[in-house]
């Protein structure tokens, strides 16, 4: 039996959609090996193992920037998710439409393709989505209408920001920066202010507890503790909002003059329509509190975070899944999806 499902393969999360069974998977993209090379855990289990596994074991994220960093890696992660789901055999082998994000090479896109063909069993009828439609779709921006929307998705290893209009976009550009280049710039913060060594996973803590983007957005402080890079010694510390917000500042100015470099795309008769609609903000890091402020003042115009922004693009890929005829032509990025 085919099974329509739906594919948003992130450098942070991993997110499968069924046709009529809504969003059935979403949990990091991590995996963990053993030492011969086998899937030992994937998932919530592989993300909690990175950067804290014995030697025997190693736990990494495939994707990189958005893009697929290592494929073996990847297959393992996804056919073991398809596993999971039931979506993988001879009999149930899926139907698959993956969002890609735009703007990458055809080396990068076929890696996509090449990954999703080998975990589900060697189906080979795909549709390739363009993300910045698929994020618009699930954002509720009517992607066949004639005035031009702006909708910026900031993911955990890119962010995109496109024009959309009638049948296509018009205007867009993609930068690799996203959360992880946040929670590296407070990795980067902890060693030169306090001389503390921390991961990731700890600045990400850090960021989701007390980060913040505008001075209106005051968080508190967080206790941190880590490896003081000169004694070697535990040590703890506390860290307040302003300072993830000084240690995260760099990274959010890029977010913004790459935003601003779309803007510059836009022919002439569609900017009256962009200013007036606005931003529509969506990808995990729309979370961040105050990010629209900041846009908005930066910007000089109107900044909406879609409502629960991280889905924004397994949304529109279900949608479209269930769709037909015109949104399905204007969404590919590849081959028709049967």
């Known amino acids: 039996m085919d099974r329509k499902t739906g594919i948003d393969l992130g450098t942070s999360r991993l997110r499968v959609c ?4 809504g969003i059935v998977y979403d949990e990091p993209s991590a995996a963990a090996f053993g030492a011969d090379g086998e899937l030992f855990a994937h998932g919530d289990a592989a993300a909690r193992m990175i950067g804290r596994t014995p ?4 736990a990494v994220r495939p994707l990189s920037g958005g ?3 290592n494929f073996e890696n990847c297959v393992s992660l996804l056919t073991a998710v398809f596993s999971k789901l039931g979506l993988r055999g001879v009999i149930s082998r899926p139907k698959i439409a993956v969002s890609v994000p735009n703007g990458i090479t055809e080396v990068e896109c076929n890696a996509f ?8 069993g060697g189906r080979d009828v795909m549709m ?3 993300q910045p439609m698929a994020a618009a779709v699930g954002c509720g ?6 005035r031009g929307r702006l909708i910026c998705d900031i993911g955990g290893g890119n962010t995109q920001t496109s024009v959309i209009l009638y049948k296509g976009i018009v205007a867009s550009g993609m930068v690799r920066i996203g959360g992880d280049q946040l929670d590296d710039a407070i990795v980067r913060y902890m060693k030169d202010s306090y001389n503390i060594a921390i991961g990731r996973q700890t600045a990400e803590k850090i960021k989701l507890a007390a980060g913040s983007a505008h001075t209106v957005t005051e968080r508190g402080e967080y206790d941190v503790s880590g490896r003081n890079i000169f004694t070697g010694q535990v040590v703890r510390t506390v860290i307040r909002s302003a300072e993830t917000r000084e240690a995260m500042s760099e990274v959010l100015e890029r977010i913004v003059e790459h935003i601003k470099s779309v803007l510059e795309k836009i022919p002439p008769e569609l900017s009256a ?3 007036e609609g606005g931003l529509t903000l969506c990808g995990g890091t729309a979370l961040l509190p105050g990010i629209d402020m900041l846009l908005r003042e930066r910007l000089g115009m109107e900044v909406n975070v879609t409502k629960d922004p ?3 693009v397994i949304r529109g890929t279900e949608t479209i899944l269930g769709s037909a005829g015109e949104l399905l032509e204007v969404v590919s990025a590849g081959d028709e999806f049967i």
């Open 18 to 21: 069924v046709k009529g069974r």
């Open 55 to 58: 030697p025997d074991l190693s």
């Open 67 to 69: 893009v697929i960093s």
């Open 113 to 120: 393709e090449n990954v999703c063909v080998a975990s589900s």
């Open 128 to 130: 390739l989505i363009k």
């Open 141 to 146: 921006v009517d992607v066949l209408g004639t």
């Open 273 to 275: 329509d962009v200013y």
């Open 310 to 312: 991280a889905r924004a």
